[in-house]
């Protein structure tokens, strides 16, 4: 089985997709121009120590960050300047994770002097080309390749036949990609293709924003993320298992459905609270189905725990926040800004001089004004600055194109 990394490219957003035999295997959305801030290293300053919450917050560049005293927080007072990253993306108000545990490199880098921004992220790309470092990797986007940095591959992987350098791609073509966040070692195999989605992949990832997932035999999951935490049920449907009473044939359809469940979770990066509702058994005939559920989670990266059943039956699942989750990625102005220019791209690409008016709602207008690496790459695209115009009348994420 061997994995190949796609990254399909639009003005201000990569989405990255790890395949395995033509299946999904793991999902992200990058977005350079808004990051989510995980990785990125800071020069901080603490401004408060939290003994109550046995942490302390600390300034970074515009925001301030919680560093637990677990995370190499316990010695450092009020006005300390310190070297710390970016554990765990913003939620719900809340500012970033951070932990002040630094490798040698990054403590060098970080030095000395006022707290500031050292360094951004690795971004999606570069993070899932180190969780996968042989797997090849297909850009749809040289500048995107001049630019970006990537984990070198394991040892003996070498740079091989076929690898070429980033810096020979896309020449003539500014990039509007950050600057390289990664240096050193040997590159791996990397290629600039046409398309980097083929319509295969484009139907699975499109399936991930839906609430309903039909399962082959006629199951399904049914997915819904609160603030509080995610439900998802599970539908056996026509799944049926010959020869079995009822009570097996429910615990032989449960089991079967776990490995599309575990892929759901991880595909759709949910996290915190999951609680899952097992279909067609009573709740005492469920803790037997307890070790199948942790084992379908075993290969996921982030380790999330099987915790046990409620009193109702419901299969209890924590696992970690680092980034946000895909609804949240999905959802807003800036989402669907980036969606409108996905869709501009494509048809300048298709009719090369065309440039149409972008007409949206004032909060997407706002987001985009705010993302000037979206507006700087379709400029790139188009040969010609984007054409906004605010429409009071559309709905907080609607937007429209028109001719200009």
């Not at 917050?57 to 677990?70: E, I």
Request: hydrophobic fraction near 45%; include cysteine; charge should be neutral.
């Amino acid at each position: 089985m061997t994995e190949h990394i796609l990254a399909s490219c639009s003005p201000g957003e990569v989405r990255v997709a790890v395949v395995r035999d033509g299946a999904l295997l793991d999902y992200a959305i990058w977005r350079p121009g808004a990051p989510d801030g995980v990785g990125d290293l800071y020069r901080g300053r603490v401004t408060a120590r939290m003994p109550a919450l046995a942490g302390s917050f600390v300034a970074l560049d515009g925001t301030d960050g919680f560093l637990p005293d677990s995370e190499g927080g316990k010695d450092a007072t009020e006005g300390t300047i310190l070297g710390v990253r970016v554990t765990r993306a913003p939620q719900g108000g809340k500012g970033p994770r951070l932990t002040a545990r630094l490798t040698p490199e990054e403590l060098e880098l970080v030095g000395a002097g006022a707290a500031a921004l050292i360094r951004r992220g690795p971004g999606a790309l570069a993070e899932l080309a180190g969780r996968f470092p042989q797997a090849a990797i297909e850009v749809d986007d040289a500048a995107l390749a001049a630019g970006i940095r990537v984990p070198p591959p394991l040892e003996g992987g070498g740079k091989g036949e076929g690898c070429v350098q980033p810096q020979e791609l896309g020449r003539g073509h500014p990039s509007p990609w950050p600057p390289p966040t990664r240096g050193g070692g040997k590159w791996r195999r990397l290629a600039v293709v046409a398309r980097a989605f083929d319509d295969a992949v484009e139907t699975q990832v499109d399936a991930l924003g839906e609430a309903v997932v039909a399962l082959p035999g006629g199951g399904r999951l049914s997915i819904h993320p609160t603030p509080a935490l995610t439900a998802i049920d599970m539908d056996l449907g026509g799944l049926v298992a010959a020869g079995r009473t009822k009570t097996e044939h429910h615990m032989a359809s449960n089991r079967a459905l776990f490995p599309a469940l575990a892929r759901q979770i991880r595909l759709r990066n949910l996290s915190g609270a999951i609680l899952v509702d097992l279909g067609g058994l009573p709740a005492r005939r469920r803790a037997a189905l307890g070790p199948a559920i942790a084992e379908a989670l075993a290969d996921d990266p982030l380790r999330p725990r099987f915790l046990g059943f409620t009193a109702l039956g419901l299969a209890e699942i924590v696992r970690p926040r680092v980034h946000p989750p895909l609804q949240e990625m999905l959802a807003g102005p800036h989402a669907a800004g980036l969606a409108a220019l996905r869709r501009l791209a494509a048809e300048i690409a298709a009719q090369p001089g065309r440039m149409p008016v972008l007409r949206a709602s004032p909060a997407v207008v706002h987001a985009l004004e705010e993302d000037a690496v979206a507006r700087q790459d379709l400029a790139r695209r188009a040969g010609r600055a984007l054409i906004l115009r605010a429409d009071p009348s559309l709905p907080t994420t609607g937007w429209a194109l028109e001719a200009a």
